[in-house]
């Protein structure tokens, strides 16, 4: 790799690192409950944004850059009815985060400018769409902020 294909690989590493560890945190102040309840009539609970977060990983970057295989049910990560355990959930997370990480690492410098044409997104280069998905984790992650606050309100413990 060059200086600056190491340069973003780290960057993009330690964004995806981060982003875990910052999503293990919020989801340990909700209890099993919380973590599936909607706070509101709209938006989602903070596990179904978390199989969300992990579809959109597995896809974008599993499928169409590290070639697993993985077939996406997009809608299903919103309407999952199964209330799997928290800690199964963000293991998969972790699990894809993984997989995420040893994608980036495995880039050349030229695989950074490489051709994407995943379905579902306009970005047209590998470096855009692991930037757009470090984009998609931070953002659902605030909803999850904003949500783990509600919760907390809701207990009395603001």
């Known amino acids: 790799m060059t200086a600056l294909a190491d340069t973003v690989a780290t960057a993009l590493t330690t964004r995806f690192e981060a982003f875990l560890e910052q999503a293990k945190t919020l989801s340990a102040g909700l209890s099993e409950d919380e973590f599936w ?53 963000l293991r998969d997370l972790e699990a894809s985060v993984a997989l995420v990480t040893r994608t980036i690492q495995a880039q050349s410098a030229d695989d950074w400018s490489a051709p994407y044409s995943g379905t579902g997104s306009d970005e047209t280069t590998r470096f855009g769409i692991m930037l757009r998905c470090t984009h998609h984790f931070h953002h659902h992650l605030g909803q999850i902020l904003y949500i783990s606050r509600e919760h907390a309100a809701r207990r009395g413990q603001r």
Do not use: C, M, Q, W
């Not at 896809?59 to 169409?64: Q, V």
């Not at 295989?69 to 209330?83: H, S, W």
């Open 37 to 89: 309840v909607r706070p509101y009539d709209y938006g989602n609970s903070a596990g179904h944004l978390l199989l969300h977060v992990t579809g959109n990983l597995n896809y974008y970057i599993g499928t169409e850059i590290a070639k697993t295989g993985y077939v996406r049910d997009r809608p299903l990560e919103f309407a999952d009815a199964t209330r799997r355990p928290k800690d199964d959930v």
